[in-house]
Structures are given as structure tokens and as C-alpha cells.
């Protein structure tokens, strides 16, 4: 193992505490805004998979695992284009989250707003792009910090 990795290089909740408050109160903001959370739960995977954050893809597959959710949408959810598993509001959201997460590719274009906004109102589009923002946010901290998975280092 690269003791590197098992290395925190930040610790916030010392260093800065405000960073960590600032955070939990966009996840509390998500967790109340109506969306579903299992919906929020995929996105959060999905966006830390793309990002490569393997504390947060740790924390959000045992939280997944924990309300029940299926193996094979699990396994399958890097490749969600490819598989039947997902109902389309789902592969909305992860078009709207990858895009998003990967914004410098295209800048959203408009057709992809057309696309996601069929299957959310204009609010829950809103809040489903702060879910992004906010696990974008996670991934970059815990990233900088070095915070290895299944780590209770925050």
C-alpha cells in the first residue's frame, strides 16, 4: 500500500472549521429539498467516480447499500448509458450531473437542459444542480486533504 495515501495531508474540522460547516450546510439544504434521496445518493457516486474520490465513492456505495439498493445497479452505475437498470429520471440526472461535473467539455449546452428538464420542474433542477456543486466540493476537499476511504479522519 502507498503510505502516501494513507496520509491525511488537511485536517478541517482543526485547521478551519468553517470549511467543514460551510459544506454540511449545502448537504443539509439537499437532504431537505425534496429530491429523492436515493436519487441524491446515485448522483453522489456517480459525480465521485468521475472525479476519482475514493472516500467519497466508499462513503455514498455503503450509504447506497445500506437503504437496500441493488448490486447490479451498483456495480453497473459507471456504465448507466449501457445498461436497463435506471429509470429515466435517474439517467437524467446523471446526464445533468456528468455534465455539470465535466462542465469545461461542452459548457451545457442547451440541448442537454432540454433533455434533463423534461423529467425535472425547474426547482428540483435547481436543487439537483446544488447536489452536484455540493458533492463536486466534497470530492476537491477530501481529494486535497488526502483523506483515505472508510477513513472517520473529516
Known amino acids: 500500500m502507498n503510505s502516501d495515501l494513507a496520509t491525511c495531508r488537511l485536517d478541517y474540522k482543526t485547521s478551519a472549521p468553517g470549511v467543514y460547516k460551510a459544506m454540511e450546510a449545502l448537504d443539509e439544504y439537499v437532504a431537505e429539498c425534496g429530491l429523492e434521496s436515493n436519487l441524491v445518493l446515485l448522483v453522489q457516486l456517480y459525480v465521485s467516480q468521475i472525479n476519482g474520490c475514493a472516500y ?38 446523471l446526464m445533468w450531473a456528468e455534465g455539470v461535473t465535466l462542465v469545461t467539455n461542452d459548457h451545457l449546452p442547451d440541448a442537454l437542459h432540454r433533455s434533463v428538464a423534461a423529467y425535472f420542474d425547474e426547482r428540483s433542477l435547481a436543487d439537483l444542480t446544488l447536489a452536484i456543486v455540493a458533492i463536486n466540493g466534497w470530492n476537491r476537499l477530501m481529494l486535497a486533504a488526502r483523506v483515505p476511504p472508510s477513513s472517520i479522519l473529516l
Do not use: I, N, Q
Open 56 to 93: 467519497c465513492v466508499d462513503m455514498h456505495w455503503k450509504e447506497l447499500k445500506a437503504t437496500g439498493e441493488r448490486d447490479v445497479r451498483l456495480y453497473s452505475l459507471s456504465v448507466w448509458r449501457h445498461c436497463p437498470y435506471f429509470t429515466d429520471r435517474e439517467r437524467a440526472a
